[in-house]
């Protein structure tokens, strides 16, 4: 069983209570070669050779999958440093995210392209973090009235131009942009965006059902943070979050820090999309993980206290300190979810929007081993990111045999 790639040697962690799909499988274990999941299942892995991991019991489940997530540990994806990318993603594999799509915020022109070039530069090279799987734009194609905290001078109309031109600037690593579907020029923009296999995202929007409707024959296939930056649910105009509460063919992020939705709302969210279409997200900005203070999105002073990040003077939500291992703490607690399917609206969901369920987002032979452990508090211990733990040591272990 070699090593392959220069990568590290064959391990087989044993011991443990494996999330497969939507079971638990104790003890179980899960084989890691060349970067890859050898084999998974119940009792002893077969063959022999691989370094031996004992896990004591502890959870394993694949890595988690943040498709939102602006920075974190005082990393900052939307600004142009390189570095800063960097911190971000090993600020996340602390907590358990393998894989992410960085998201932007609306700015002018020359500066979103800039930090769209050095995302694009650090794409997929998970050394100590967690993979930069592309990027999200997140305007500035948005609603004025359901901007959040949006710069309102850096939102613009739809322009087809100007996505392609971010998409060659990328060097084709944007993967979702969120748009308001309701404004004009919208509807050419979700097509053109099909077509380059970028995915449309409805948000920070004042779409009303109808135009829901629309934005989904057009190609949208995904609500962004669920419930923030939209048009509200009211029973003669269910308007954009009806419409994402009962529209089959579109998924939903959620953010579950317990600040942007009550429980009781993501509770009826889960139970009208079912898990396999949410999508738990963190949207975290750079500050997730420092202390309380004033921080920095998009170039923009936030406040945080208590955790809770807002802009000063208006109290608007800017984004959140939250990360997915505590996403996944509060779905276990307070949705009508167990951990397995948790695991899948943490990992699996996002894997299949961003069309690369054959390679992540599952405890299964073949596909990367990106995989996190938990304790019985569901607090991360370690993680592991194509094979290498670029966190916390991993149990007992013992030679091959």
Known sequence: ??????????????????????????????????????????????GAGAERVDLARAWLLPGFVDPHVHGGGGGDFTRADPASHAQAAAFHARHGTTSLVASTVSAVPDRLEATVAALAAGEDRPAHGARVLGIHLEGPFLSSARRGAQDPAALRHPDVAELERLATVSGGAVRIVTLAPELPGATALIRRARQLGIIAAAGHTDATYAQMLAARDAGVRVVTHTYNGMRGLHHREPGTVGAALDLDELDCEVIPDLVHAHPAAIRLLVRAKGPERVVLVTDAISAAGLPDGTHSLGGADVRVVDGQARLPGTGTIAGSTATMAAAVRNAVAHLPVDLPQASRMASGNAARLLGLDAELGRVAPGLRADLVLLDDALEVTATMVGGRWVHGPAGRRHGGG
């Open 1 to 46: 069983m070699p090593a392959g790639d220069g990568g590290p040697p064959p391990q087989a962690l044993v011991n443990a209570r494996v999330v497969v799909d939507d079971r638990i499988v104790e003890p179980g274990h899960v084989v890691v070669a060349a970067g890859r999941i050898l084999s998974a299942g119940a009792g002893e892995p077969p």
